[in-house]
């Protein structure tokens, strides 16, 4: 009896000590990056100062807040326009990925035969392929769209057909033992075990798909009021406005982001009840 009551306390101090170590590292996930940026941002104003940096060079984090205030109008109007592109291609990388997985998925002939390609398309520069793009393509909106979605379409491709070709063989022989179809098998057994390579190759899919309009849009060399956040930032190199350059930065950076914790959210949202990831996470 002495035993227990002796080992009672012990393991509840272990408890008690897990406990706190689990809810400071909650803590310090939060904390500790926004003190770091909080001290890089502290840093480069004082950079400026003690250097008299010129505000055409290296502009202070002030500066760079104020002008992003003054120019929202401006810098947000093209964000929306990088928006419009990004999620457009995010969204033809979903189903040509998703669909050309599925394929891949029912015939190791189709794969044998096409996979290669859209591993040339991943490897290839797209200022390589730009200027056939620029050949063929009379529409600028579809050019951006092209060069974006040629980006984002090979994490959704591969992601996805891994997850399809990864389902236990023994859940795949059960389903054929009792008389399930090829498309059954795939709806109830397939399809829901790539869930996860394929949401992995949504978040990764999301920030190229943003890396991908920026990157078209300089290499297109697109102006205007209707043009994108790169094509504000060209304009501000080449007039030595540094403020709005390193806004519109700012404007992209967060942009990625906000995109990467939305996809992050809805993965967790659709495995929070079956996925040992999200129920570790939830644990």
């Given at each position: 009896?002495?035993?227990?009551?002796?080992?009672?306390?012990?393991?509840?101090?272990?408890?008690?000590?897990?406990?706190?170590?689990?809810?400071?590292?909650?803590?310090?996930?939060?904390?500790?990056?926004?003190?770091?940026?909080?001290?890089?941002?502290?840093?480069?104003?004082?950079?400026?100062?003690?250097?008299?940096?010129?505000?055409?060079?290296?502009?202070?984090?002030?500066?760079?807040?104020?002008?992003?205030?003054?120019?929202?109008?401006?810098?947000?109007?093209?964000?929306?326009?990088?928006?419009k592109?990004?999620?457009l291609?995010?969204?033809?990388?979903?189903?040509?990925?998703?669909?050309?997985?599925?394929?891949?998925?029912?015939?190791?002939?189709?794969?044998?035969?096409?996979?290669?390609?859209?591993?040339?398309?991943?490897?290839?520069?797209?200022?390589?392929?730009?200027p056939?793009?620029?050949?063929?393509?009379?529409?600028?909106?579809?050019?951006?769209?092209?060069?974006?979605?040629?980006?984002?379409?090979?994490?959704?491709?591969?992601?996805?057909?891994?997850?399809?070709?990864?389902?236990?063989?023994?859940?795949?022989?059960?389903?054929?033992?009792?008389?399930?179809?090829?498309?059954?098998?795939?709806?109830?057994?397939?399809?829901?075990?790539?869930?996860?390579?394929?949401?992995?190759?949504?978040?990764?899919?999301?920030?190229?798909?943003?890396?991908?309009?920026v990157?078209?849009?300089?290499?297109?060399?697109?102006?205007?009021?209707?043009?994108?956040?790169?094509?504000?930032?060209?304009?501000?190199?080449?007039?030595?406005?540094?403020?709005?350059?390193?806004?519109?930065?700012i404007?992209?950076?967060l942009?990625?982001?906000?995109?990467?914790?939305?996809?992050?959210?809805?993965?967790?949202?659709?495995?929070?009840?079956?996925?040992e990831?999200?129920?570790?996470?939830?644990?």
């Open positions: 009896m002495t035993a227990i009551q002796t080992q009672a306390p012990a393991v509840d101090q272990e408890e008690m000590r897990r406990a706190r170590s689990q809810r400071l590292e909650r803590i310090g996930r939060w904390v500790v990056p926004l003190a770091i940026m909080v001290l890089a941002i502290w840093l480069w104003d004082r950079i400026c100062v003690w250097n008299e940096i010129p505000q055409y060079i290296l502009p202070r984090p002030g500066v760079v807040l104020q002008t992003l205030y003054n120019d929202a109008g401006l810098l947000f109007g093209s964000l929306l326009v990088t928006l592109i990004t999620f291609s995010l969204l033809l990388a979903v189903i040509g990925g998703v669909g050309l997985s599925v394929l891949f998925a029912q015939s190791k002939w189709v794969e044998m035969s096409f996979f290669p390609f859209a591993v040339v398309l991943q490897v290839t520069p797209i200022v390589a392929i730009f056939l793009i620029n050949i063929y393509v009379d529409n600028q909106t579809a050019k951006l769209l092209l060069c974006a979605w040629i980006v984002a379409f090979f994490p959704i491709l591969s992601n996805t057909t891994l997850g399809l070709n990864s389902v236990d063989r023994n859940l795949r022989d059960l389903f054929r033992l009792n008389g399930a179809t090829r498309w059954q098998e795939l709806w109830h057994l397939r399809l829901p075990a790539a869930m996860p390579y394929f949401l992995g190759g949504l978040k990764i899919a999301g920030g190229l798909s943003l890396i991908g309009a990157v078209a849009e300089f290499v297109a060399g697109a102006s205007g009021q209707s043009s994108g956040l790169a094509s504000r930032i060209i304009e501000a190199g080449y007039r030595l406005n540094a403020p709005r350059l390193f806004a519109a930065l404007l992209i950076s942009t990625g982001i906000v995109i990467f914790l939305v996809l992050s959210l809805v993965s967790h949202l659709i495995l929070r009840r079956w996925h990831s999200a129920l570790k996470q939830e644990g």
